[in-house]
């Protein structure tokens, strides 16, 4: 797939879910509003200090609080004036895996010969993530050309966006990839250059 512009895909730092390894055991009333940590502020910063010199000319962001706050952050460390939130960039719907342990829905995400399309009741599959984020990579990519381009979110956006931008056409591709926790499935604070 050829780009017209170069991508950073950055996840937002800890929030006290993760601090308490509590990961996703939180309604789905409370995730748009869950902060950042001192620690995940720490973090996002010491991050966005590894982009200066790469001359990040356009961030969007989720609209989420954990990633406003990483935006905001990243965006007075380089200097970038704006910040464009997306409504397509925020964090996957577990549906009814909401508020329940990680274990359970990582389990039903992971069951079947098509674990691209397990969607739970009132949530998202993990094709309705790339049917998403293909959209706003697509207008994206319309709209501008040579810049580059910062995008801030979550864990499976980033790491289904990353695929797309490599050019993965089949499930079994993006998952071998996300074992690789370097390049396509981001840690907390991770930048992950595509």
């Not at 979110?153 to 926790?181: C, Q, T």
């Amino acid at each position: 797939m050829k780009l017209n512009n170069k991508y950073f895909l950055l996840r937002h730092g800890q929030t006290i879910y993760q601090k308490e390894n509590r990961q996703r055991n939180y309604e789905a009333s409370e995730n748009p509003t869950i902060p950042l940590t001192d620690e995940g502020k720490q973090m996002v910063a010491e991050s966005a200090g590894k982009l200066n010199g790469e001359n990040i000319s356009l961030i969007f962001s989720s609209p989420y609080l954990r990633t406003k706050q990483t935006a905001e952050i990243t965006t007075k460390i380089l200097g970038v004036e704006k910040i464009n939130y997306d409504e397509r960039l925020v964090d996957i719907n577990l549906g009814i895996f909401m508020g329940r342990p990680m274990e359970e829905s990582f389990n039903f995400y992971m069951t079947g010969d098509k674990k691209f399309d397990n969607r739970p009741e009132a949530g998202e599959s993990w094709n309705d993530i790339l049917k998403r984020v293909k959209s706003f990579l697509d207008d994206v990519e319309k709209k501008y050309e040579n810049e580059i381009i910062l995008i801030v979110s979550h864990a499976d956006p980033i790491w289904i966006m990353a695929g797309y931008l490599r050019g993965y056409k089949d499930e079994n591709v993006f998952f071998e990839a996300r074992k690789d926790r370097e390049n396509s499935y981001p840690k907390l604070a991770q930048i992950i250059k595509v």
